[in-house]
């Protein structure tokens, strides 16, 4: 499996966001999908995951309330709708995919390029 994300950019706070992450390959296994990011000088932290069939969902309690998850499973593609940004949200954003949702980034086998989201105040 392959991920691509896309759809990061330098926004001003209060801004909205939507990044994509695409999925080729072996896409045919029911694969969940999770979103992680990296700001300068600190280590990753999860953002959001979501099953392949889109019923359940987690976020970590900093983007809640701001940030939705989904997917399009015809078109292999998970979205994260990032709304209200705060200069804080900088940092590189990972989709990654894995059996099943989950905030710890060993439970996901594939991960994409990050794509940067920069917010400033």
């Known amino acids: 499996v392959q991920l691509q994300a896309s759809g990061g950019g330098l926004v001003q706070a209060g801004d909205s966001l939507r990044l994509s992450c695409a999925a080729s390959?072996?896409?045919?296994?029911?694969?969940?999908t999770g979103w992680f990011r990296q700001a300068p000088g600190k280590e990753r932290e999860f953002v959001a995951a979501?099953?392949?069939?889109?019923?359940?969902?987690y976020y970590a309690d900093s983007v809640k309330g701001r940030f939705t998850i989904s997917r399009d499973n015809a078109k292999n593609t998970v979205y994260l709708q990032m709304n209200s940004l705060k200069p804080e949200d900088t940092a590189v954003y990972y989709c990654?995919?894995?059996?099943?949702?989950?905030?710890?980034?060993?439970?996901?086998?594939?991960w994409g390029h990050g794509t940067l989201v920069t917010v400033s105040s």
């Open positions: 979501i099953s392949w069939s889109g019923g359940t969902t």
């Open positions: 990654a995919a894995g059996t099943s949702p989950s905030a710890s980034s060993y439970d996901y086998d594939y």
């Open positions: 390959g072996r896409t045919s296994r029911l694969y969940a």
